[in-house]
């Protein structure tokens, strides 16, 4: 590393956080105002606000702040693309020597990104924010993000355990992600994938201070799916397995009702055959639906449809006044 000072962006996704955003804007100012006093970052670093097209005023929100505070910045896109494609829309946008990812409702704790910074500055491309303590989850969240995690493992998925998107990257990290083109995201698999040095950072983690998560228990169902059948393929295998399962138990069973009809004991009725019937049936449209699956995930990837668009950007609109 150089003594030159490097240039921090903080990349904050915001879907209808009007309640919250207030407190978070104060918060995350004091923290990077504390950062460029200590020498831990050039006081040219930022805060880059990433309105997911929220419908709650959030928008508005964030211009106030740029006008009045130059440390942050405002990039709206033009409709709800998802948190994934925000955070992207953030660090493929403007250029930094670090980039962190953090929530808008702050449970993840940002007091630990001046140690990211120190592991950065240590050699890290990459730095983990890490939970080590759920005590403020309720027991349902603890449950499927402890299933959620171990699912991972058992399909060979490469993961950082109790890590969500709290994360520092270095340029050349985010370099790396920026040539993985698929639509289907799952970003803390994409980032384990791009490889260099890494380091974790441990954190217990805060009670939402107002308002409620916007990412209910459907989004998060279906992040697990796409983090799955993107980057597992274990699925598949599971039903050639049970294909050869039932194929096998098929064939004991016409054994047994050969060797049944040989000693003149068969069960003359229909219901042997229905269950028969709607076992395989069943077990055929599990698999049909699987393959399905993956097939309409081909389906999106070769469209090659943007993941986002945007509608606003307050540095652009600040650059053309000034060249005015």
């Known amino acids: 590393m150089t003594n030159k000072l490097s240039r921090?962006?903080?990349?904050?996704?915001?879907y209808n956080e009007a309640e919250i955003l207030p407190s978070t804007a104060d918060k995350m100012e004091k923290l990077l105002e504390k950062l460029i006093k200590d020498g831990d970052v050039s006081s040219d670093s930022k805060i880059c606000l990433v309105d997911d097209g929220s419908k709650d005023g959030?928008?508005?929100?964030?211009?106030?702040l740029c006008r009045k505070k130059k440390c942050f910045s405002l990039l709206g896109l033009s409709r709800n693309f998802g948190q994934q494609e925000a955070i992207l829309a953030g660090l493929f946008h403007q250029d930094a020597d670090f980039y962190v990812t953090l929530d808008a409702d702050l449970q993840d704790d940002p007091t630990v990104i001046k140690k990211m910074i120190a592991k950065a500055k240590e050699g890290a491309d990459i730095v983990y924010g890490v939970r080590n303590n759920r005590d403020c989850d309720g027991l349902f969240k603890k449950f499927t993000a402890l299933a959620f995690y171990k699912l991972m493992r058992l399909l060979g998925v490469k993961s950082v355990y109790n890590h969500a998107e709290f994360r520092?990257?270095?340029?050349?990290?985010?370099?790396?992600?920026?040539?993985?083109?698929?639509?289907n995201l799952f970003l803390r698999g994409i980032v384990t994938l791009v490889g260099f040095k890494s380091a974790e950072v441990f954190y217990k983690r805060l009670p939402r201070l107002s308002g409620d998560?916007?990412?209910?228990?459907?989004?998060?169902?279906?992040?697990?799916?796409?983090?799955?059948?993107?980057?597992?393929?274990?699925?598949?295998?599971?039903?050639?397995?049970?294909?050869?399962?039932?194929?096998l138990v098929s064939l004991l069973f016409l054994g047994l009702?050969?060797?049944w009809w040989a000693n003149g004991q068969t069960v003359h009725g229909w219901f042997s055959l229905v269950t028969i019937i709607t076992v395989f049936s069943s077990a055929q449209l599990l698999?049909?639906?699987?393959?399905?699956?993956?097939?309409?995930?081909?389906?999106?990837?070769?469209?090659?449809?943007?993941?986002?668009?945007?509608?606003?950007?307050?540095?652009?609109?600040?650059?053309?006044?000034?060249?005015?």
């Open 8 to 14: 921090l962006l903080i990349v904050m996704p915001c």
């Open 58 to 64: 959030t928008r508005e929100i964030i211009r106030n």
């Open 168 to 183: 520092l990257m270095s340029r050349r990290a985010v370099e790396g992600v920026k040539q993985f083109p698929e639509r």
């Open 213 to 247: 998560t916007k990412y209910s228990w459907k989004k998060m169902a279906a992040l697990a799916w796409n983090a799955v059948s993107s980057f597992s393929v274990v699925p598949l295998r599971l039903v050639t397995f049970a294909g050869f399962m039932m194929c």
């Open 257 to 259: 009702m050969f060797y």
């Open 287 to 324: 698999s049909l639906g699987v393959i399905g699956e993956y097939v309409a995930k081909i389906f999106v990837e070769v469209k090659k449809r943007p993941l986002y668009i945007i509608d606003e950007d307050s540095d652009e609109i600040s650059q053309n006044i000034t060249k005015k």
